[in-house]
C-alpha cells in the first residue's frame, strides 16, 4: 500500500493541520510505504515572502519529526527537490478542464480575498493532483477541506487512464472520524485556517500553554448547558468536543459521557489543559529538531533521493502513454 499527503510550509501550524494532517501521517505511515511532501510550489500561488519560505520549509520539517513521522519508515521530502512534481503538473493541467477547475470551492475562497489573483492559483488542484499520482498512491490521509481537490484527483487519474491505458493507481481519501473540520474557536461556523481564522480562534501547535488555555476559556459556546455533540444547533460545542477526541483519542461518545451533569465553564478548562498535554511534548521535539537544521537538510535530501527515484518511472511512463520522444542516451 502507497501513502501519500502534503502540506504547505507557509503559515502557522494548527490544530486542524494536527486533526487532518500531522496525526494521521504519523497513524498511517504503518501501513505501507508513506510519503509526506512539504509543497512549497503550492506555497507561492499566494504573495510570500522568499526568505520565510525558506524557514517555514525547515520548521515544517521538523514539525513533521515532532509530531511522529520516523524518518526510518517515511519519506519526507521537498516538492521543489523533485522536479517531477512541475512536470507532471503541466501534463496534467492539459488533461484537467477548465470548468472543472472553475468549480472548485478553495479557489474561489482564496480568489474571492486576493486583490491580484496568480494564474498558479487556478491551476494549484493540478499539481496536487500529480503530486498524488506520481506515487501510485492508495490513500491520501487528509482534512474534509480537501475533499473536493481528492475527488477531482480521481476523476484526471480515470479520464488519464482511458484516454491514454492504464498508468494511474486511483487514490481514496482518508478523513479522521471525527476531527475532519475543526473549526474556528471564535466563529465556530468557520474552519481552523492558516489564512482567513481569527488568531484568537486559532490554536497553533507552537503556542504556549497559557495561550493555549486562554483561548479554550474564551471559545464561544452556544446556549444551553449540555456537552452533546450537534453540529447544526451546538456548533461552538461539537467543535469543543472534537478537539477533545483530537487531544486524547477519545471518541464522541467517550467524551459526551465524561462530561455529563459537567458545566461549560470545566469542559473548556479541560480541553485546554488536554491541549497543553498533547502539544508541550511535540514542542520540546520541535525545538530539538530544529535547532540542527543541517540535520534537517540532510534528512530532506535523504528523502528527495528516495521520491526521485519512485515517482521517476511513472512521469516516464506518462510521457511515453502521451506520445513525447525522449532523449536516448548518446
Ligand atoms: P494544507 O497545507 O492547507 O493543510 C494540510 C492538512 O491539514 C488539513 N486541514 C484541516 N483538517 C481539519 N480541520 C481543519 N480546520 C483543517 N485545516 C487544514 C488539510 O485538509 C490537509 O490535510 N492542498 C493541500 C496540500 C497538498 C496535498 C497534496 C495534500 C498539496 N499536494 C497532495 C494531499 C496530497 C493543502 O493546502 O493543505
Redesign the pocket.
Known sequence: MKI?????PT?A??????????R?YAATQDQGTAFF?I?DL?SITVAHDPEDLRERTLDLAALMFATGLDPERSTVFV?SHVTAHAEAAWLLGCVASYGELQRMT?FKDKAGKQTSVSAGLFI??V??VG??LLYQ?DI???????RQ??EL?RDVAERFNSRFGETFTVPKGVY?EA?????DLQQPEN????TGGNPQGTIYLLDPPEVVRKKLKTAVTDSGREIVHDSNEKAGISNLIEVMTVATGETIAEVEKRYVGAGYGQFKSDVGDALVELLEPIQARFRALRDDSAELERMLAIGAAKAREVSAPTLEKMYDRMGFTRPKGV
Open positions: 501519500f499527503s502534503g502540506i504547505q503559515g501550524k494548527h490544530l486542524g493541520n494536527y486533526s487532518g494532517g500531522f494521521q511532501c509543497v503550492h516538492q478553495q494549484y488542484p499539481l496536487m503530486d498524488i498512491t491520501v490521509p487528509i482534512g474534509d477541506d480537501q481537490h481528492l484527483t479522521p476531527g475532519a473540520r475543526i473549526m474552519k481552523m485556517s492558516t
